[in-house]
Nanobody, 123 residues
Framework: QVQLVESGGGLVQAGGSLRLSCAAS????????MGWFRQAPGKEREFVAA????????YYADSVKGRFTISRDNAENTVLLQMNSLKPEDTANYYC????????????????WGQGTQVTVSS
């Protein structure tokens, strides 16, 4: 069955960095677009970044552009999110998700989700 397992979250001071990883299994990863979303308490789930299956075109929310980098390793069935210059407002539970459709920043277009990994940025 399809599984998406995130890791790499934690507590970091403002200005620090974290790298999130999402291990995928149970589907043909190399032909599927992937995305990262986040959700803070009391807020809606919001788009963070996405990467196409080929040629690896990337998309970012304006709030993270220039600070976050999404990448994928098709040999390892992994999608990464490098987060630099973290801010307290980046605090949220971060989810990776698979998207069998053309690029979208809307959660409804994504079919499978991981369980999330918590990122907390202290000021």
């Amino acid at each position: 069955q399809v599984q998406l397992v995130e890791s790499g979250g934690g507590l970091v001071q403002a200005g620090g960095s974290l790298r999130l990883s999402c291990a995928a299994s149970g589907f043909n990863f190399r032909f599927v677009n992937m995305g990262w979303f986040r959700q803070a308490p009391g807020k809606e789930r919001e788009f963070v970044a996405a990467i196409s299956w080929s040629p690896g075109t990337t998309y970012y929310a304006d709030s993270v552009k220039g600070r976050f980098t999404i990448s994928r390793d098709n040999a390892e069935n992994t999608v990464l999110l490098q987060m630099n210059s973290l801010k307290p407002e980046d605090t949220a539970n971060y989810y990776c998700a698979s998207n069998p459709n053309p690029f979208s920043d809307h959660p409804i277009r994504y079919d499978y989700w991981g369980q999330g990994t918590q990122v907390t940025v202290s000021s």
